[in-house]
C-alpha cells in the first residue's frame, strides 16, 4: 500500500489530533504518504484532500479540538454520494482511510470498504459511548475538566452552605457523570442508565439537609431533564438549600488531550495503520482492558451497553451512604 488518507468525523474530542499525528508519522515511516481530508466525508465529496507533512504532524500533538476539521454529512448513507467520495480517492491515488469518529462515522467507513476502500475506525469521542471500547479519545480529558469543574463549584457550594445541580455531557452514556462523581464525592447521580426522577432527586437532596450538610452537589448526565434550572428550584423549595443549575456545555469538550487521551490516541492509531498495511479494512478499533482489538464494524454495532447499575448504586451508597 503507497497512499492512504485520514479524516475525522462526528464531534470533535480532544487526542483527535494526536490520534492524526500519529497516523501520518507512523505511515511516513513505513514509507506510505498520507493524506489529511478536511472536514470528514464532506472533505471526501467536496476534493479537501491535501498531503500531510511531518511538520504539521508535530505540531498538531498538543492541541485541542481536531484541526483538520469535522463535520456531520447526513446525505453520505446515500450511494451517489459515496460514489463522489470514492472517486475523489482514486483521483488521488489513497487506497485505505483512518476514520476517526464515533459509531456513526463508522457506518460510512463500513459503506465505504464495501465499495473497495478499505477503512479502519478510530473511537474518537468525550462521551465513550462506543460500546465495544472500554475506553474512547477524548473521554479522559473531559472527564478532568468536569472534575476541574465540579471541584470548583463545590467549593462555592461549601462556602455558603449550598447545593448544586451540575449537567454533564455523555450523549445517552452515564460514564461521564458516573466518573466525575466518583473523582469529586458528588452526593446525588443521575446518569442515563440508571436515572432518578426529578422527585427522587428532590427527596435525596431533602433528606441530605437534614443531616444538616453544608453543601450537595447533584451530578446529572445531559438530555435527562427538560430544564435544570427548574429542577434547581424544585431541590430548593423543597430542601431549604439555594440551589442554582450549572450546564458546563462546550467547556468539555475541548482542550490540549491528557497525556492518557494522547496514549490511546497514538497507539490505536499505529494499530490501525498496521491492520490497513496487512491488507485489512471494515474494522474498528477498541480498548478491550489494556489491549487495543480490531473488530468488525458491523459486528459490534450492535453490542449491548455494559450494565452500570450496580457501579452507579455502589457510588450512591458511597457519596451519600448516610441517606440509608
Ligand atoms: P458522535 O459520537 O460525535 O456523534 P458519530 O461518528 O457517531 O460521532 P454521527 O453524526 O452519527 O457522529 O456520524 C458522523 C457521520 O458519519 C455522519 O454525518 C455521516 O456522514 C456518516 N454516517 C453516519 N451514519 C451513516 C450511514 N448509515 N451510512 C453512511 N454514513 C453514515
Same mark, same amino acid.
Given at each position: %500500500? ?6 475525522? !468525523? ?46 504539521? &504532524?508535530?505540531? %498538531? ?24 467520495? #470514492? ?11 483512518? #476514520? ?63 447545593? =448544586? ?54 451530578? #446529572? !448526565? ?15 423549595? !423543597? ?19 491528557? =497525556? ?7 497507539? !490505536? =492509531? ?23 482489538? =480490531? ?24 457519596? &451519600?451512604?448516610?441517606?440509608?
Amino acid at each position: %500500500i503507497k497512499k492512504i488518507g485520514v479524516l475525522t !468525523s462526528g464531534g470533535d474530542a480532544p487526542g483527535m489530533n494526536a490520534a492524526v499525528s500519529a497516523v501520518i508519522r507512523y505511515a511516513s515511516s513505513n514509507k506510505i504518504e498520507v493524506f489529511v481530508i478536511k472536514d470528514g466525508y464532506k472533505g471526501l465529496i467536496n476534493d479537501w484532500i491535501e498531503q500531510a507533512d511531518i511538520n504539521y &504532524a508535530q505540531n %498538531i500533538i498538543a492541541l485541542g479540538g481536531t484541526a483538520i476539521g469535522s463535520a456531520r454529512l447526513p446525505e453520505f448513507a446515500d450511494i451517489k454520494v459515496r460514489e463522489k467520495a #470514492v472517486a475523489n480517492l482514486k483521483k488521488h491515488a489513497i487506497e485505505a482511510l483512518v #476514520v476517526i469518529g464515533g459509531d456513526g462515522s463508522y457506518m460510512g467507513a463500513q459503506r465505504l470498504t464495501e465499495m473497495g476502500i478499505n477503512c479502519v475506525g478510530l473511537p474518537g469521542t468525550i462521551d465513550n459511548d462506543i460500546v465495544s471500547s472500554d475506553y474512547t479519545i477524548g473521554f479522559d480529558t473531559a472527564l478532568n475538566t468536569i472534575v476541574q469543574a465540579i471541584d470548583k463549584i463545590r467549593d462555592t457550594m461549601q462556602s455558603h452552605n449550598r447545593a =448544586a445541580v451540575i449537567e454533564v455531557m455523555g450523549n445517552q452514556c452515564g460514564d461521564l457523570a458516573l466518573y466525575a462523581s466518583i473523582a469529586t464525592g458528588a452526593d446525588v447521580i443521575s446518569t442515563s442508565e440508571s436515572k432518578l426522577t426529578e422527585q427522587e432527586i428532590v427527596d435525596q437532596v431533602t433528606a441530605i439537609a437534614k443531616t444538616g450538610k453544608r453543601s450537595v452537589v447533584v451530578v #446529572v !448526565s445531559e438530555k435527562m431533564y427538560p430544564d435544570v434550572h427548574a429542577l434547581a428550584e424544585k431541590v430548593e423549595a !423543597s430542601s431549604g438549600y439555594v440551589t442554582r443549575a450549572t450546564v458546563l456545555g462546550h467547556i468539555q469538550r475541548g482542550g490540549s488531550p491528557s =497525556a492518557m487521551d494522547r496514549h490511546l490516541a497514538v497507539t !490505536s =492509531a499505529m494499530f490501525a495503520v498496521d491492520q490497513i498495511i496487512a491488507g485489512k479494512g471494515g474494522l474498528y478499533i477498541g480498548l478491550d482492558g489494556t489491549k487495543l482489538v =480490531a473488530r468488525d464494524i458491523n459486528s459490534t454495532l450492535n453490542m449491548p451497553r455494559k450494565d452500570k447499575t450496580e457501579e452507579t448504586n455502589k457510588i450512591r451508597f458511597l457519596n &451519600a451512604q448516610f441517606l440509608k
